[in-house]
């Protein structure tokens, strides 16, 4: 079945990095699109950054423009979200999502603290 397996959140310091992958397993990973996406407590979910299946096209929200970076490895089967220069707003739990039909990892939380 369709699988996808955070990580890489933690807790860091305002101006810090993160880099996050999402594992994914039970199906071509190669021919999806992908997104990830976050939720701050208390607040819905938020779309931040969406890439194509060749890794071509990629586009992002605006609160993260400039900072965060998605990318994809498919031969690893592997999409990651390098985040930098991180600010207390992004503290939120980080989801990686299939948009065709609409599979979700679990999570991995991010939290941004001095």
């Known amino acids: 079945q369709v699988q996808l397996v955070e990580s890489g959140g933690g807790l860091v310091q305002p101006g810090g990095s993160l880099r996050l992958s999402c594992v994914a397993s039970g199906f071509f990973f190669s021919i999806y699109d992908m997104t990830w996406y976050r939720q701050a407590p208390g607040k819905g979910r938020e779309l931040v950054a969406s890439?194509?299946?060749?890794?071509?096209?990629?586009n992002y929200a605006d609160s993260v423009k400039g900072r965060f970076t998605i990318s994809r490895n498919n031969a690893m089967r592997t999409l990651n979200l390098q985040m930098n220069s991180l600010q207390p707003g992004d503290t939120a739990v980080y989801f990686c999502?299939?948009?065709?039909?609409?599979?979700w990892g679990q999570g991995t939380q991010v939290t941004v603290s001095s």
């Open positions: 890439i194509s299946r060749d890794g071509q096209i990629t």
């Open positions: 999502q299939r948009p065709v039909g609409d599979y």
